[in-house]
């Protein structure tokens, strides 16, 4: 059996009680960084044997593991933070177990773009989780079809793109869309930068931007879509 194990995004607390039964009781851990996982694992008194599996090695080893899972060995599979498969390597593993019929789990728990999602202020009741923009190829061909979305729309990204992505998202959805900016999120020094599009990317402008990012944009109205 395959267990995906959420791990917190930041504060060590944001870990159920389930989640820390699984992880001491399978026969190996899969961890994305070993040394990240070893910090929650070390903290929570959890001594298994941890294995590297990440986007680069995913394809080699996804089909050995499967290999074990069928002989009847029983993994969890964590990723740095937040829920595996969520612009995080999962997928190829769960798809090689689901064609063999092998058993897998996910347990709910931690993951960044709800919090940021439900933090913005922006409408619930339909939106659209983009992941990380692509760095350049397809960037223009995605932000133009986003442009007349008319749901909530959740993406990823780094502090070191952050300014250049809003200033891009002015170009194609206008600077008086509204938006928030998440980052840091549930650590110490969360921010939740709420305005237009114009606003915030002045405002990230004149700082030093670290930690992990959400953006979340309003969709443009229906009116205006007609």
Do not use: W
Not at 14 to 27: G, H, M, P, Q, W
Not at 83 to 111: F, H, M, Q
Not at 184 to 195: D, P, Q, S, Y
């Amino acid at each position: 059996m395959l267990y995906i194990v959420p791990t917190p995004i930041g504060n060590l607390a944001d870990i159920t009680f389930r989640a820390i039964e699984v992880l001491k009781s399978v026969d190996v851990i899969l961890a994305e960084d070993t040394r990240t996982s070893s910090k929650l694992l070390q903290h929570y008194k959890i001594s298994k044997p941890v294995s590297p599996y990440h986007q680069h090695n995913e394809h080699k080893v996804a089909s050995h593991i499967a290999d074990q899972l069928a002989a009847g060995k029983t993994f969890a599979l964590l990723t740095d933070a937040g829920t595996p498969g969520i612009s995080d390597p999962a997928y190829l593993l769960v798809r090689e177990c689901a064609s063999r019929d092998i058993r897998v789990e996910c347990l709910p728990g931690a993951t960044a773009f709800v919090p940021a999602l439900v933090n913005s202020g922006l409408p619930l009741n339909r939106f659209t989780f983009e992941g990380f923009p692509p760095l350049k190829k397809g960037r223009h061909t995605l932000f133009t079809k986003l442009a007349t979305e008319e749901r909530t729309m959740v993406f990823y990204e780094s502090p070191m793109r952050l300014v250049k992505t809003l200033e891009e998202m002015i170009q194609y959805f206008g600077a008086e869309r509204q938006c928030c900016v998440s980052r840091e999120l549930t650590k110490m020094f969360e921010e939740n930068k709420r305005g237009s599009l114009h606003e915030v990317c002045l405002h990230f402008k004149q700082k030093n931007v670290k930690g992990e990012i959400v953006i979340v944009v309003e969709g443009i109205s229906k009116q205006k879509n007609d």
